[in-house]
């Protein structure tokens, strides 16, 4: 059974950083690209990043380019997303979805970016 | 950026009724490999969002062939018969052809 499982959110003041860990189990880590997507509450959904199995490639939205970084330790089938500068339209649901098209999605991680 | 474009935002339904979605893009979805990276999710009250179709029309294992999707290059449509009570939620159609991928706005399906 795919498994993926966030962690690392929590409520963090505007300008400070913030990783969250994605774990994977259930299938071949290191064979899929990962993504990052997040729902603003009572918003719609919002796609922020997407590594390629291999870490050979890296996309992101506009909204988070240059602020956040997204990486992968395949030996511990990892996802990772470091947040920095956070601002206060950074605060959302953070989920992690395998492959290119979401086929499955984690239970997501709550980020809440306020003074 | 690919604007999805979904209609309509909200439907009221019987169940055992049947209801359609549109979902228009702003640009083709179809890749330099031929196939249209275009899928349907559905998210439940206070769950994560699942994905039921993709590629247009490619039912994920699992879900019951009352859904259906359609649609080429600017146009696509997700048609659910005989609407259950679990089919209810918020449905969002979303593009992966295009970098960055986009979402559209969401549809919530309800109970009359």
């Known amino acids: 059974e795919v498994q993926l499982v966030e962690s690392g959110g929590g409520l963090v003041q505007p300008g400070s950083s913030l990783k969250l860990s994605c774990v994977a189990s259930g299938f071949t880590f290191s064979n899929y690209g990962m993504n990052w997507i997040r729902q603003a509450p009572k918003k719609g959904l919002e796609w922020i990043a997407l590594?390629?199995?291999?870490?050979?490639?890296?996309y992101y939205a506009d909204s988070v380019k240059g602020r956040f970084t997204i990486s992968r330790d395949n030996s511990k089938n990892t996802l990772y997303l470091e947040m920095n500068s956070l601002r206060s339209e950074d605060t959302a649901m953070y989920y992690c979805?395998?492959?290119?098209?979401?086929?499955?999605w984690g239970q997501g991680v709550m980020v809440t970016v306020s003074s | 950026d690919v604007v999805m474009t979904q209609t309509p935002p909200s439907l009221s339904v019987a169940i055992g009724q049947s209801v359609s979605i549109s979902c228009k893009s702003s640009q083709s979805l179809v890749y330099s490999d031929g196939k249209t990276y275009l899928h349907w999710l559905l998210q439940s009250s206070g769950r994560s969002p699942k994905r039921l179709i993709y590629q247009v029309s490619n039912l994920d294992s699992g879900v019951p062939d009352r859904f259906s999707g359609t649609g080429s290059q600017k146009d696509f449509t997700l048609k659910i018969s005989r609407v259950e009570a679990k089919d209810l939620g918020v449905y969002y159609c979303?593009?992966?052809?295009?970098?960055?991928?986009?979402f559209g706005a969401g549809t919530k399906l309800e109970l009359k």
């Open positions: 590594i390629y199995y291999d870490s050979s490639n890296k």
């Open positions: 979303a593009q992966t052809t295009h970098f960055p991928y986009t």
């Open positions: 979805a395998k492959g290119g098209a979401g086929r499955y």
